[in-house]
Every structure is written in structure tokens, then in C-alpha cells.
T-cell receptor, first 114, second 114 residues
Framework: GESVGLHLPTLSVQEGDNSIINCAYS??????FIWYKQESGKGPQFIID?????DKRQGQRVTVLLNKTVKHLSLQIAATQPGDSAVYFC?????????????FGGGTRVLVKP | DTAVSQTPKYLVTQMGNDKSIKCEQN?????MYWYKQDSKKFLKIMFS???????INETVPNRFSPKSPDKAHLNLHINSLELGDSAVYFC?????????????FGPGTRLTVT
């Protein structure tokens, strides 16, 4: 299940199950929405992005869904593996603004149980 | 063959000192960034440079001064360090235009101010 408190929200998932990570964004003018994965002691790593004129995009074992009506973004990971344990961040990008500024959400920790 | 590298990986120093963090990318990108990640894992952009020109400066104290000697390097100098500067600092780089708008992050520098 998912818990929210003073610490980073954590999603515990059984190995082999599907994971769904949710994100609410704020800027309706954002052109792209991007998911990053950050493993312990490392920098964030790009997973997948979706343009604002799309509702769904699939990658290898991952699917991103975008609901602009409620400003909601989700990342689905199929058949979650131990290597998927990490903190996941959604980010918004407004390409009309100078400098390719990425605005990150607060992050969700995914713990995969064997 | 590291894409984005930072030195040092760890930096422990006392309040009031001045320190620098170095960043180099070998991806041929035109744009480089500095991000700060606090103890709650919140990631926020500080600066971005495009071809050695400052593009984004996000209300960062004047004690922080980025310097880009060439488009492959973006260093961060911090004067008069304060306790609140303790964080992990990430350098990143990207192409100037996309898609894709993927930013490549370095491994981070953990700064501890005592």
C-alpha cells in the first residue's frame, strides 16, 4: 500500500506485481511530463516522458498516463523487479520558458519485496 | 566513459568556509544545470547555463556563484557556507533543444556543513 506522512511517500510492492506511482502537477502550460528514477547514492535517471498532447505512452515495462483534466500523471511499472526499488520523481517541463527548466515533484519511494 | 562527472563526491566543511564543486560532461551538450536536493529528497533547480551563458538563476543566495569556463564544464563556488547549505548537489546536462528533453545527471556531491 501507499503511505503519506512526514517522510517520503512509500509504495511497497511484491516482486512480480505491477506498481502504480501517482503525481499531481501544477502548471497547465507544461509541454512535457517526465519520470525520473533515483537509486540510492546516484543521480536521477530518465525513464520516460510524455508530451502534453498525449494521454498515454509506453516504454519497456513502463507506461505513463496523463490526465490533463485533473492534472494527474501516473507511472505504471509492469512485473516489478528488485532493481526497480528507488525513488521516482515526476517533473514538468515548459519548453516555452528559457533554459529547459524542470520542476520536480516530491518523489515516491518504491520498495520491492521479494 | 562517464557522461556527467562531479568532484568531489563528499565534502565536509565548517561554517564560514568557501568551497567549490566541479562538473564536467562529455556528451557534447550545450546546456548544463545545478540542482539542490534537500534531506527530504526534494530536487530544485538552482542554475542553468547554455553555451557558457547564464539562463536560469532561481533565487539562489549570492553566496552561490556558478562558473562555466567552457560548455563542457560548470563549476559551483559557495562562499561563507551555512548549515542550511548541507544537501546533495547535482550537476546535469542536456541538449539545448529537443525532443528529447532528457537531462543527464551526475552522481551528486554530498555537502555537509558543520
Amino acid at each position: 500500500g501507499e503511505s503519506v506522512g512526514l517522510h517520503l511517500p512509500t509504495l511497497s510492492v511484491q516482486e512480480g506485481d505491477n506498481s502504480i506511482i501517482n503525481c499531481a502537477y501544477s502548471n497547465s502550460a507544461s509541454d512535457y511530463f517526465i519520470w525520473y528514477k533515483q537509486e540510492s547514492g546516484k543521480g536521477p535517471q530518465f525513464i520516460i516522458d510524455i508530451r502534453s498532447n498525449m494521454d498515454k505512452r509506453q516504454g519497456q515495462r513502463v507506461t505513463v498516463l496523463l490526465n490533463k483534466t485533473v492534472k494527474h500523471l501516473s507511472l505504471q511499472i509492469a512485473a516489478t523487479q528488485p532493481g526497480d526499488s528507488a525513488v521516482y520523481f515526476c517533473a514538468e517541463l515548459d519548453i516555452k520558458a528559457a533554459g529547459n527548466k524542470l520542476t520536480f515533484g516530491g518523489g515516491t519511494r518504491v520498495l520491492v519485496k521479494p | 566513459d562517464t557522461a556527467v562527472s562531479q568532484t568531489p563526491k563528499y565534502l565536509v566543511t565548517q561554517m564560514g568556509n568557501d568551497k567549490s564543486i566541479k562538473c564536467e560532461q562529455n556528451l557534447g551538450h550545450d546546456t548544463m544545470y545545478w540542482y539542490k536536493q534537500d534531506s527530504k529528497k526534494f530536487l530544485k533547480i538552482m542554475f542553468s547555463y547554455n553555451n557558457k551563458e547564464l539562463i536560469i538563476n532561481e533565487t539562489v543566495p549570492n553566496r552561490f556563484s556558478p562558473k562555466s569556463p567552457d560548455k563542457a564544464h560548470l563549476n559551483l563556488h559557495i562562499n561563507s557556507l551555512e548549515l542550511g547549505d548541507s544537501a546533495v548537489y547535482f550537476c546535469a546536462s542536456s541538449r539545448e533543444t529537443g525532443p528529447p528533453y532528457e537531462q543527464y545527471f551526475g552522481p551528486g556531491t554530498r555537502l555537509t556543513v558543520t
